[in-house]
């Protein structure tokens, strides 16, 4: 999950311009790749990089608060879009962000920013995993960010 503080425009590759109003962006991907949710986290979680999905053009403009993740070994990244959707408040700030390949309306909804709308899209996700279910906070994400990035340059 993401911060925005200020108001901005981002235009998100062929999706065109998104309004960037203040407030918490959740985002819902899986991480089925090499490297799994660890190396998935530590890329979102580094501010800029090459631009390959849609969340890389709005995370320089957004701050990390935290990240709820799965280890469970099915696809919940749509399911879980469908619950967050649901929650009241839930707003679509772009349709079909993230959501190229699938038929969810986004993988990116706005909440407002407060304290009760992290702690219930926290249950909401945890309710349909609660066996594989996992939280992360900004600081232990930076920290991954980090280890990674040591561990790309150790590597060459
Ligand atoms: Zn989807």
Redesign the pocket.
Known sequence: MLRCSRACAVVVDSLGSMNVEPGLYLY?GSAFGPGGIEARLARHAARSKAKRWHIDYLRPRTSLVEAWFSTALVQL??DW?ARALALPNAVVPLPRFG?SD???AS?LLRFPDSDSSSRSIEQTLAASDSDSFGRLEAAQLRGLARANQALRRAAG
Do not use: K
């Open positions: 819902l990244e749509h879009a959501a699938c038929r969810c993988h």
